[in-house]
């Protein structure tokens, strides 16, 4: 049953501005004096990963471009939904579960022209061409005053209960598939196009303040978040980040930079200057410098940052000096870090010129004085602002600051810190492969006796996972094997990797690679590293490991220090062609099939299907179960008795695993220890043991036929199979 989480969405802001405005017109109308905090909260960077769902939250009010994580405003509870496939021909069923659910989310309290990514958990949900990384119902109302109800919430609600939200921009979710968030709702935050391109400050401040308004501010920033319990708070943020003066205009008010330019008028007040004040007399006014420990000597701005996906930022700027004093700013805008670093410095220097104060009285006359007029009180060359004024019988109290200088800009790039960025890019099609280990990835040291199938996959940048089937003879996947959770570190072979002769350590071959995307990356390892496993591959059915990894451009690498031939594939080693699957067995993607999903050592095909796929992809082996298979003997030898009998050995090895920790025997991992001797192709013993015994009287039987060596085959007999041939010749 459909939930009402919030049925009214309160704007950020909100109530009669206008009044607000004109509240503030009857104070002290400069910066520090007129918007400094008196128990109110302005507006403050908020975390992009934080989504709230309360009741009368804040909705901003959005300009430019930004990144906001919304207000969940109506949700469902969560979908369930289950698939049953398979339990033909005695195998059990399978009966997966999936869930969704249906959401809307609050997201500007002004009208947004489009929608760019989304991200959900920090993840990419939609990318920039558009593309969605999970199946989601989507759809925007970018707040127009005219925008309909939403059929999906109205069908949930009752067409007459439910708002069309309008002047509310929304983004509504349906059936969104919740499989890669732990099936729980994620955390949304959202790209927004209000504005195309950058926008300035003074349409910012002129769109909060209202008619009446004339702001000279000509700065541009990539985008604002205005929030606030009215236009006064955001006002006060605005003017505070960029040095700004409010004075009063002819039906309103008017706004501009606080730093002046080299050639300014200034009014000379020096003639209007009392000695008394309400029949009192005050003494000569002199200029007052702040000291130098309490004058601020770090201020630092925090803003979102475009460049690292709106993450927020931080530009610090210092002045040399004894102070200890540090000032810290919030600016809920998005901007480039050199634009934050100007700011930061221009308002350090004008702090910093701003610490010369004076307090005067002067004659009531005609001009104007009011706060923010620029002032010459003496026979320097310097020159105040009014920062506030108190009216007395005849005369009029001033309180002036030295008005600072611009700054320019600076060019220097500026580091605004690294990031870690999810990736926006096309899922792509889908690149399957299957690898039949001899050993378990997990515990190769332990003998199994299940086979040891696996998948990988892998795709373009934005391919993420999907979901792997088994294919029945018709041709139809029949039983669901799982998902594929991850892409594999895989690519292809161009060239076929020569064989290494006798030696499992190959020094002289190089084998290159050309990785499936640019983000699959491979890394060197040393001896330590290769001991504990590191750089375990598989390149078509041998297993080898490989200690040094060069890029050579274009996604490509040459691959040397090779260990060739491990757990017993070393008959693979002379048996490689072209484009060969390379594939990383040591990370993230592998998903093993269970063997009730194949028969060992019968062919099998599956298949699987991600987001990007017109068409399942297939994929079969033909021969399946290399880890119940036995592996072949080594180091043959042959020796002839004082009789003349003709004994012939080798060394047993056993697939239960590939370390000898203790110098002692591995165990056989077998039923029973069991061997085939073939001498010209035809069965002349099975022994028990290691070695089997050639009588001389029948080694006298292949001289007589002029045979001058025996070609000798040897394989051990396991539970489930029998090894490949151990191959030699022994010359009689």
Known sequence: MASLVLTAAGTAIGGPIGGALGAVLGRQVDQNILFKPQGREGPRLQELAVQTSSYGAQIPRLYGKMRVAGTVIWATDLKESSESNGGGKGRPSNT??????????????????????????????????????????????????????????????????????????????????????GNRIPSLTFELIADNGAVSVGAIIDDIAGNGTAAFVEDQIDGFAATGQDGRDVLGVIGESFSLSFLSAPGGMMAEPRQRQEEVAAVFIYDDIVASRDGELVERPESRILAETKTTRQYSLRYYDPARDYQSGVQNAFRPGQSRVVRHQDFPAAMEATKAKNMAQTKLWLLYQE????????????????PGTLVRWDDSDDIWRVRNWE?????????????????????????????VKELDGLAGTTRLALVDLPFALDAPAQLSDNPKLYAAAAGDLGWRHAELFVVAADGVASDFIGQIPAPSTMGTTPEPLPPSGAHLIDRRNRLLVQMHNRNMILHHADNAQLSAGHNLAAIGREIIQFGSAEPIGDDRYQ???????LGGTEREMGNHGTDEDFILLKGAGLTEIEARHFVPFHPVTLSAIGRGDDSPIFRSIDNPGRALKPWSPVHPYSVFRDNGDLEIGWTRRSRAGLIWPDHVEIPLAEEAEKYRVRIDNEIVDEPHVPVTLLPAATVQAYRDVSVSSLSIEVQQIGSHNVSDPLLFEVPI
């Open 96 to 181: 997966t579960y999936s869930y969704s659910a249906c959401l809307a989310v609050a997201l500007s309290s002004r009208n947004i022209a489009s929608i760019g990514r989304i991200w959900a958990d920090g993840k990419i949900l939609r990318g920039s061409a558009g593309d969605f990384k999970t199946e989601t119902g989507f759809r925007f109302y970018g707040g127009q005053e005219d925008q309909a109800a939403d059929g999906l919430m109205a069908s949930a609600e009752a067409a007459g209960e439910t708002p069309a939200y309008r002047g509310l921009a929304v983004a509504v979710f349906e059936d969104m598939d919740l499989t890669d968030y």
């Open 559 to 565: 691959l040397s220090e090779l260990l060739r031939g």
């Open 355 to 370: 610490r010369s104060t004076v307090q005067l009285d002067v004659l009531r006359t005609g001009r104007s004085m009011k």
């Open 391 to 419: 009216l007395h019988r005849g005369s009029i109290s001033l309180a002036l600051s030295k008005a600072g200088f611009a700054i320019p800009d600076t060019e220097r790039p500026t580091d605004n810190g690294r990031s």
